[in-house]
């Protein structure tokens, strides 16, 4: 199913006049009998239908006449509620039916009685937030400021306050407008992007939102992008870390802010956004609707290829996240025990889905997991319910709306020969708004803070439920009362509750107010989180000796996060004093990959300083990846200063200490791959080739000696890997011998296939048969990975010299790629020696798996041997591939067209790419992580690999899963069988 995506969150929609086969006109009509209408359910009944977990009740708060086609909500400081009404949904673009609807509780029973139209007119209206007695409102391509200065309840004032979000997609419109902790209002973009400028200044420099969320300042209007880029659904936590949800991946979290790898050019920066589902960003649900006959009936035409469109869950229409909209965290008081929970809807089941979020162990990025087995925090039997946003209310409860709709599908993802019989509009008139509470809940009324005095809102700071303090937080940053200081203070210094203390300083820094005191104050607290956001903070006090000094402190922080904003935020201080605090950081933590990259970012000057102080350290484990990566930044940034700075220190660096070598070899790689044009110069300067010279001879010296400690013999071939001669390559290829060591013949192996010498390939081949198990298995690879190599693997495996067991012909397949015409052709000829059998007729050998009895223990086996280099379970087996016990909730049946035949449906986010690079190497992999500056693949022999887009020359879809066909050669189908038993019986 696609989703109700950025409006309504829906992944993007192959068009039906794209299909190359469509049904005739007789079966269109015929269809008609397949395909009956739904009728809508009442309110009352509507309320019926919803199931939630004991403990917890559903309240109807609203429905129509008082609203209708609810899309987006936002309460102001008096507990009136603002509503979007997206009447113009799905395809009525120019027929301006949206509205704003004011719903209030006249008799604050906790029952909305009273609706006024507080604007209309609007085109395609999808977001909206209170503020300073009016709205913000989003209507692509605009954003409006309305506001009623008469009292009628109907807007007046009308401003222009943006312009240029996209509205190319209707599923892909700007979105969920929230309030932040940094006083200003942010929103999601959308997939639709846009470029934006304010309307009342013309030569504003547009702000592209292309991949991009979006905040401004209410007060200025000042505009920038902010990380992000989900569809539908975004939102924040007590903490102000931002989550969201994107169509089929449906929780996300934004892990850093781009302005810090911004800093440092050079750098590969990794994703901002993450799926953080433990069960896949495609998990499965829970549904008690049926589904929809239009689906079913779209899924066995695109299956039949009578239809256009991916054959999602290998033919099954429903059972997973392809819906996701309205990432919400919980944050109210009236249900304690969800406090901190995330709560997704899936529009197109009919469902919200709960999750626990926690950071585990050193982690900086939080993995989020399903609470509810086997069911859903609340679902309904009615295909007309359909959770489309959530709002923390004044009453502690979670809202729900509903936009009540008898069909969410994007127009053209839907055939004709479907849409036809289908009315898209259906459930105009029908909208529903529920609320979450505890069973025993009794309602407390809104509180009307409009008239608030000061001391009582900045009270307000601490109270428990969090639309009591973001309400306060915003009324003080409109009102921009200076008196209000005293009180902050004193919140920010003697309050006992944490969330008070971090929006005492919150507020102050709204006001313009922050100091150093303040500062320290943050920097000092008991409680991480206060700790972490004092930290950016911090980075306004530069110069300041005192938050110098908690910064250092800080090193020694417990908390992993506030150690992580630490390596970002000290990249805002001076070069001088920053340099020893990374140095530190990476010697503590530079073995975890965000906190090596959090400090790099900090580096763009002083990375010389770092290396250097690195090597007059006594070596210390895990350190010399870090040390190595960093003197290949300076490399590339190829400044004169840092450059030197590294060669000096290597010159003292003891030539027994491999580390010199490392630091030396990676700064050699970057110059060569840096675009400064003063690289080719300092690569070539005396200085490096010097110490690089008696680095390589004494590395020969040791190499060649045979009594020498194993590990310094090791050592000695890495340090080769910096300027090998034709000579160092006969040697290394010569320890290619049995009667090496294993470590050693690794060392040389991976030595000489870093090199750029044309001969190896042949050496390679040659030497083969006599290598053991595990270096036979890595030389097809290492021979695939370098352009000028190929020949001689095709030629061994053309003439049988390569052992079949020792090839895999679906990495031959995906390599032809990046090959010229001739090459691909004898690839061609190898692969048709070695085509796997027809598809269906092995599924229909296989199918006596899907009903014989299976034993758990004996499937274990089978998982480790064939499925756990790329799929994991419990404590074993490896995150590459989909969730294997996820999948089984669609059934034996499609996990074994998976298994069996997994180009049937290949799922986008696990398909094959090759990497072509300029200096002709190849490297494939699934694409990991996409940034504006590289790629990660994540590969099933060997770590992530990032590469630099600039040193790409290709990258290019296999359109074929990572996952080869054939698994039939290596299972029987009573162990498939097993495998399925051990699957289904693993948490």
Known sequence: ???????????????????????????????????????????????????????????????????????????????????????????????????????????????????????????????????????????????????????????????????????????????????????????????????????????????????????????????????????????????????????????????????????????????????????????????????????????????????????????????????????????????????????????????????????????????????????????????????????????????????????????????????????????????????????????????????????????????????????????????????????????????????????????????????????????????????????????????????????????DDPDPLVRFQLAFTIGEFPTGWRAPIAAELLTRFGDDPWMRFATFSSLSTGAGRVVATQLAAAPREGTEGAVGALAELIGRQADPAEVAAVLQAASRTPQADSRAATVLTQLTRGLQNSRNPVADELAAGDGLAGILEGLLATARGTLDAPDRPLDERVAAIRTLAAGASPEDVRRLLDRLDPREPAAVQRAAFETLSATNDDSIGGELVRRWPSLGPELQDAVFDTLLSRIQWNDALLTAIESGEAPRSRWNPERLRLHRIAVNAETAARIDAILAKTEVGDRNDVLAEYGAALDRPGDPESGRPVFLKRCASCHRVGEDGTTIGPNLVAATARGRETLLVNVLDPNREANPEYLSYVALLKDGRTHTGLIAEQSATGVTLRRVDGPDLTVRREEIVLLQSSGLSLMPEGLEREITPQQMADLFAFLEGSP
């Open 1 to 555: 199913m696609l989703t109700f995506g950025a409006a309504i969150g829906l992944a993007s929609a192959a068009t039906a006049q794209d299909a190359d086969v469509q049904p005739t006109q007789a079966q269109a009509d015929d269809y008609a009998a397949q395909l009956p209408r739904i009728p809508p359910r009442s309110p009352a009944e509507g309320l019926k239908s919803l199931q939630t977990l004991p403990g917890f009740r559903v309240d109807l708060v609203a429905a129509e006449p008082l609203v209708t086609d609810p899309v987006a909500m936002s309460f102001d400081a008096d507990g009136r509620l603002y509503v979007v009404e997206m009447r113009d949904y799905s395809e009525q673009d120019k027929a301006h039916l949206g509205r704003i609807r004011l719903l209030e509780d006249t008799d604050r029973d906790g029952t909305f009685d009273q609706a006024t139209v507080f604007a209309e007119g609007l085109s395609w209206p999808t977001a909206v937030i209170a503020y300073d007695g009016g709205v913000f409102v989003g209507t692509p391509p605009l954003m409006l400021y309305l506001k009623d200065t008469t009292g009628d309840g109907r807007a007046d004032e009308r401003r222009v306050v943006f312009e240029g979000f996209d509205r190319s997609n209707v599923q892909g419109l700007m979105n969920s407008l929230r309030w932040g902790l940094d006083n200003r209002i942010h929103g999601a973009t959308g997939t639709a992007g846009g470029t934006v400028v304010r309307s009342d200044v013309p030569d504003m420099t547009p702000v592209a939102l292309d991949g991009r969320d979006f905040s401004f300042d209410p007060r200025t209007l000042d505009l920038r992008a902010e990380p992000g880029g989900a569809q539908h659904g975004m939102g924040f936590d007590d903490w102000g870390r931002k989550f969201s949800s994107a169509n089929s991946d449906h929780l996300q979290y934004v892990v850093y802010e781009p302005r810090y790898a911004a800093r440092f050019p050079e750098l590969t920066a990794p994703r901002v956004r993450h799926s953080i589902a433990a069960d896949g960003p495609q998990a499965p649900v829970f549904r008690r609707s049926p589904v929809e006959p239009w689906r079913t009936l779209r899924t066995r035409l695109r299956v039949a290829g009578a239809a256009p469109g991916p054959v999602e869950g290998g033919g099954t229409p429903a059972g997973y996240f392809t819906g996701a909209t309205g990432a919400t965290i919980y944050r109210g008081d009236a249900m304690p025990s969800e406090r901190g929970r995330a709560f997704v809807a899936d529009v197109g089941s009919n469902l919200v889905h709960r999750k626990a979020v926690t950071f585990e162990g050193e982690g900086v990025v939080p993995i989020a997991r399903r609470i509810d087995e086997a069911t859903e925090f609340l679902a309904s039997d009615d295909i007309w319910f359909r959770p489309v946003q959530f709002a923390n209310a004044p009453d502690g409860g979670l809202y729900v709306l509903d936009m009540s709709r008898e069909t969410i599908e994007h127009p053209k993802s839907l055939p004709d020969s479907i849409k036809r019989h289908l009315d898209l509009t259906s459930g105009r008139d029908r909208g529903r708004l529920y609320r979450i509470v505890p069973d025993d809940y009794a309602h407390r009324p809104a509180p009307t803070l409009s008239g608030a005095a000061t001391d009582e809102l900045v009270a307000l700071l601490a109270h428990d439920n969090g639309w009591h303090r973001e309400t306060a937080a915003r009324l003080l940053y409109e009102r921009q009362n200076p008196r209000a200081f005293g009180p902050l203070r004193t919140l920010l210094e003697t309050s006992d509750r944490p969330l008070g203390r971090l929006h005492a300083l919150a507020v102050i820094d709204g006001l313009g107010l922050l100091d150093e005191a303040a500062v320290l104050a943050g920097l000092r607290d008991e409680h991480p989180r206060v700790r972490t956001f004092a930290l950016r903070l911090a980075e306004r006090f530069p110069r300041s000796t005192p938050v110098r000094e908690e910064l250092t402190r800080l090193v």
